[in-house]
């Protein structure tokens, strides 16, 4: 069984500080695209980031480049997503998914990828 298990969301002030995990088991997780997307209300899942577990390599979008920072524990089959400067923009609930046997080469839409979690709140307070 898949499972991929965010945590790490919740209330944190502009400029401040977040980091999410994603927990993920029951595919190959080292080779892999891994991504992170978020949803805000009224709004379309948007791409935030994704790695390539195979080699590292990752890719972010033009809102969060600078801030986010995208890395992966083989050994722990984990994601992290670091975000920093956080912005009440940024609020939204964010997602972690997974598509297996491929890499990140750019920002993929959601269908792109077949497996996700339930997703975990970020808030950002002006």
């Known amino acids: 069984e898949v499972q991929l298990v965010e945590s790490g969301g919740g209330l944190v002030q502009a400029g401040g500080s977040l980091t999410l995990s994603c927990a993920a088991s029951?595919?190959?997780?080292?080779?892999?695209?891994i991504g992170w997307f978020r949803q805000a209300p009224g709004k379309e899942r948007e791409g935030v980031s994704c790695?390539?577990?195979?080699?590292?390599?990752?890719t972010y979008g033009d809102s969060v480049k600078g801030r986010f920072t995208i890395s992966s524990d083989n050994a722990k089959n984990t994601v992290y997503l670091q975000m920093n400067n956080l912005k009440p923009e940024d609020t939204a609930v964010y997602y972690c998914?997974?598509?297996?046997?491929?890499?990140?080469?750019?920002?993929?839409?959601?269908?792109?990828?077949?497996?996700w979690g339930q997703g975990t709140q970020v808030t950002v307070s002006s």
């Open positions: 790695i390539s577990s195979s080699d590292g390599s990752t």
């Open positions: 998914a997974a598509d297996e046997y491929r890499d990140c080469w750019k920002i993929d839409g959601p269908d792109w990828y077949d497996y």
């Open positions: 029951g595919f190959t997780f080292d080779d892999s695209a």
